[in-house]
């Protein structure tokens, strides 16, 4: 079944990985689960993309839990054609990780175990669920019909349980030992961009800054206020004679103590806070060493930030490139929370947490392929919006100004439909032949 061009200039550099039947077959699921509204499981792609006779549909699953193919590479090509597409050459790139729970029950699913629930936790009460927890990697980039952020995932990883990895006898890697490969492998694809990477508390970890700065990426994580930070060594002439050359100098006043010291100087401006309107915001930075015994001392740079009015709490951030300006850092690191949002999409409109897999290689390959299936519609609706506007859903209730994700994916899959109707004579141009086969998925569609 034919693809509107939009889609087709998106999928055609991703050919070359998948062997033809693999490749019609994946076309086939593809369109089934941009149509589909629900579960988004084998066999409701099949329904949608008018499959559902098809004697041989247990193939379609040997594509998640058999056929042969690199899950790397498809990430490799994904991240290129976005850098490609959405990205100016000299643009930095800004890379945001997080973590999400995918809830999922069963004995049959080995890698599920129990964490920490940040959907239903609080400040008060700490809420666990069965599940998978996934890695998530996705370049920051603002589309031309928007004016917010988009975070586009482009490296899924499945993390494990220390318990699991015991069983296995594998060694354990923690949150900061898998950010730590997953840049190695940023890095290796795009050797020659500058690189910006954004993380939350977790991510705060000295061997990853260490590591990131090996790479020449730039960490923009939250600090502690309580973190130890020290001069930098005294010069060589300056030194004693005898014994060890120093590491670091002396210990510097802590992030608290130049909170609550009046004086410190303080930078006034109003700015862009997280989407809700101008906020005005005080800051100060400066230079410092982050330094623990038996690491390597990491030169940073540290902003710490308060609300004028005393209505939120003070925060403080670091980054591994000293000569990245304080509001530069304030600007970028407000864009992590776009990833939440895309976690959000993804559950409301791309079925995470309906797919039925239960063998290890099928599980591993369908969440990551339906969460970058948002990258997917991002770009597939950026070759649209260049020929025609993104029609904007607008209600008497709900008034839009620009185009949101589920207005981007409407947009695709009214292209999808379009395709499929069959042209009348020029005589009649109000009139379209609508196939009996098409007609009954739009019917299912609508009813079920």
């Given at each position: 079944m034919?693809l509107p ?6 999928v ?8 033809a ?8 699921l ?11 499981t084998?066999?409701s792609?099949?329904?949608f ?7 041989n549909w247990?193939?379609?699953?040997q ?11 498809a ?11 959405l990205l100016?050459?000299?643009a930095?790139i800004?890379i945001v990780?997080?973590?999400?729970l ?11 175990g129990?964490?920490r629930d940040s ?5 008060k009460?700490?809420?666990s669920s069965?599940?998978?927890r996934?890695m ?16 586009l995932?482009f490296l ?8 699991f990895n ?6 354990h890697?923690?949150?900061?030992r ?6 190695s ?7 020659d ?7 939350d508390?977790?991510?705060s ?7 990131c ?17 020290r001069?930098?060594p005294?010069?060589v002439?300056?030194?004693r004679?005898?014994?060890?050359p ?10 608290e103590?130049v909170?609550?010291d009046?004086?410190t100087?303080w ?10 309107g101008?906020?005005?915001v005080?800051w100060?930075?400066g230079t410092?060493?982050?330094?623990r ?5 990491l ?5 710490l930030?308060?609300?004028?009015e005393?209505?939120?709490e ?14 530069t ?7 992590r929370?776009s ?5 959000e999409?993804?559950?409301?409109h791309?079925?995470?947490?309906t797919q039925r897999?239960w063998?290890d290689?099928?599980?591993?390959r369908?969440?990551p392929?339906?969460?970058?299936t ?8 950026t ?8 029609a904007i ?8 100004t ?6 981007v994916?409407?947009a ?6 379009i ?11 109000a ?6 086969s ?11």
């Open positions: 034919p061009e939009a889609i087709l200039a998106v055609a550099p991703f050919r070359p990985l998948f062997t039947p693999t490749w019609r077959k994946l076309m086939t593809l369109m089934g689960t941009l149509l589909a509204h629900g579960p988004r084998v066999c792609a099949l329904r993309s008018g499959e559902q006779s098809n004697g247990s193939q379609y699953h594509v998640l839990n058999r056929a042969r193919w690199s899950p790397l590479a990430s490799r090509c994904l991240l290129l054609l976005m850098v490609q597409t100016a050459q000299d930095p800004e990780i997080d973590e999400t995918e809830r999922r029950w069963g004995p049959m699913i080995n890698k599920r129990h964490y959907a239903l936790s609080s400040r009460r700490a809420v069965s599940g998978l996934w998530v990697m996705a370049v920051v980039v603002t589309p031309g019909w928007t004016k917010q952020p988009w975070a995932p899924v990883v499945l993390t494990t349980t220390p318990s015991v069983h296995l006898s594998k060694r890697k923690t949150i900061a898998w950010a730590e490969q997953m840049m492998l940023v890095h290796r694809w795009l050797p961009r500058q690189i910006r990477l954004l993380g508390t977790a991510y970890c000295l061997e990853l800054g260490v590591r700065r090996r790479y020449e990426v730039a960490l923009i994580v939250p600090a502690r206020l309580d973190s130890v930070l001069e930098p005294p010069p002439e300056q030194r004679k005898g014994g060890k120093q590491v670091v100098g002396p210990r510097l006043p802590s992030l103590q909170l609550v009046p004086a100087l930078h006034d401006r109003k700015i862009e806070w997280y989407g809700q101008k906020r005005r005080q100060c930075t410092a060493l982050w330094y015994f038996g690491r390597p001392p030169p940073i740079r540290w902003v930030t308060r609300d004028p005393g209505k939120r003070a925060k403080a951030l670091l980054c591994t490139d000293q000569q990245l300006e304080a509001l850092i304030i600007r970028t690191f407000m864009k929370w990833l939440e949002s895309t976690f999409q993804a559950r409301a791309l079925g995470i947490e897999q063998s290689l099928a599980i591993e369908s969440t392929l339906l969460l970058c948002s990258s997917f519609v991002a770009l597939a609706g070759h649209l919006a260049s020929r025609e506007p993104v859903e607008q209600t008497a209730w709900y008034r839009k620009s185009a949101t994700f589920h207005d994916l409407a695709l899959r009214l292209r999808i439909w395709q499929q109707i069959i042209a009348t004579p020029s005589h009649e141009p009139v379209g032949l609508l196939p009996r098409v007609l009954d998925r739009l019917l299912y569609a609508a009813c079920f």
